[in-house]
């Protein structure tokens, strides 16, 4: 079977382990990178004329399935193009539901497939809406490539991957550094007046350094900071937070213990290996405890690392897209603990 990945999203890592872990089970591949930017549909004919394009060379290209990573990318008269030349068309979601307004709640219905990044509270959200039937398919990773990385000589005590800046995220920056004076922050940040941040930080950068710190913070994203913003949506701040964005997938693949703070909803099922604070104060109990213990952090490690191959690899993923394309596995067919956890057909 041909798959053709159409588009590309910022955590670049999850399309190309795609792309390789399809063709390792025999599939047929081809990716088109960057085809678009941002969040919202084009509107300019040019960059509509562009799209065009990009499309017609898809079905020039003669493929089984089309795979979206970025919705914002096609309009609905290009999804209803390559339906009629016979494509099979897959959109997924990874933002989820935050980006519901501006474009997921105008295309999910025309895709023939769509793939959720979501809480069972946003997958019961859509269903009370009347969307079609969606599977859960959270983040992923190259376990191969991301290599474990735990035995590396260490540069400080905790680190995290992110991004400091926009309303949702005010605040950030002081109350991670508030949490104990040994951290890194590798992301763009508004300001650095503690000397804390580091550059941003590439895909191969981010597996050679990350591995060298001895415990990785994750902040749940809570869907109320986006309140009056252009994002914001009735009804978005009551569908709670989302707990495992691919900075989590990295850090696990990596073998890097994590703690995930404001996890107020956290379902321990979503990443069993994972420490959780309810906020930032017991955070800082917490990551105090954890160093106090490196026999722990070696267990939080390896359990860390084993979780991410078996549940979080993206060969898993290829065999998910693989069972659907092929109508072995349908939306409809899964139950809601599947759709919530995801273990029956995760390798």
Known sequence: ??????????????????????????????????????????TEEADIAHIDLAVEQAIAAKPDVLFNFRASTLLPQHIARLRKAGVRTMVWQPD???????????????????????????????????????????????????????????LGDVVFLGNGVGKARQGRYQALCEMTDNITLYGQFESDPRGKVRAYLSEDQIIQTIGQ??????????????????????????????????????????GVPTLTIQAGEYDPMHYPPGLRARNFSEAKSLIATALASPERLDLLSQAARQYAVRHLDADSRAHLLDAVSRNALRAQDISDYE?????????
């Open 339 to 347: 759709q919530n956890y995801l273990y029956k057909w995760i390798l």
């Open 1 to 42: 079977m041909h798959f053709y990945l159409f588009d590309q999203i910022l955590e670049t890592h999850v399309c190309t382990s795609l792309e390789k872990s399809l063709a390792k089970i025999g599939h047929q591949v081809s990716a088109t990178g960057k085809v678009w930017a941002g969040h919202r549909f084009p």
């Open 96 to 154: 989820d539901p935050v980006l519901y307004g501006i474009c997921y709640s105008h295309i999910m219905d025309h895709y023939d497939d769509v793939f959720l990044c979501a809480s069972r509270r946003v997958i019961d959200f859509y269903r009370y809406r009347g969307h079609k039937p969606a599977i859960n398919l959270p983040f992923w990773v190259d376990t191969e490539r991301y290599a474990y990385a735990w035995q590396q000589e260490k």
């Open 213 to 254: 710190y001895r415990l990785s913070i994750n902040l749940a994203q809570s869907f109320d900071t986006y309140a009056e913003t252009d994002y914001d949506f009735a009804g978005l701040g009551l569908l709670g937070q989302f707990f495992l964005p691919s900075r989590v997938v990295q850090y696990a693949a990596l």
